[in-house]
Nanobody, 120 residues
Framework: QVQLVESGGGLVQAGGSLRLSCAASGRIFRMNNMGWYRRALGKQRDLVAAITSGGGSNYADSVKGRFNISRDNANNTVYLQMNRLKPEDTAVYYC??????????????WGQGTQVTVSS
């Protein structure tokens, strides 16, 4: 099975930066879209940023211009560079990966989530 391991969350003051990492392991024939989602307390889980296998990216309007998503295809890793953080960015951030595994099977897996807290 494919598993995701997240790292990089923590506490930061408003205006600061954090870099989240998510590494996939397991039998991966092809990694397709990867992305980051977040869920604030009492809110729904929303897409933050996504990146295609070719490197194209999309961002939520609330983070556009501040966050940057990137990927390392050789290591099946996706990153989220978060700059100029705001208190409203406080949430649990989840990594997601979709692709093809063994025997042409499709996978759609999630990380456990990492807490990002931005103080005023």
């Amino acid at each position: 099975q494919v598993q995701l391991v997240e790292s990089g969350g923590g506490l930061v003051q408003a205006g600061g930066s954090l870099r989240l990492s998510c590494a996939a392991s397991g039998r991966i024939f092809r990694m397709n879209n990867m992305g980051w989602y977040r869920r604030a307390l009492g809110k729904q889980r929303d897409l933050v940023a996504a990146i295609t296998s070719g490197g194209g990216s999309n961002y939520a309007d609330s983070v556009k211009g501040r966050f940057n998503i990137s990927r390392d295809n050789a290591n099946n890793t996706v990153y989220l560079q978060m700059n100029r953080l705001k208190p409203e960015d406080t949430a649990v951030y989840y990594c997601n990966a979709k692709g093809i595994g063994s025997y042409r099977s499709l996978f759609d897996v999630w990380g456990q989530g990492t807490q990002v807290t931005v103080s005023s």
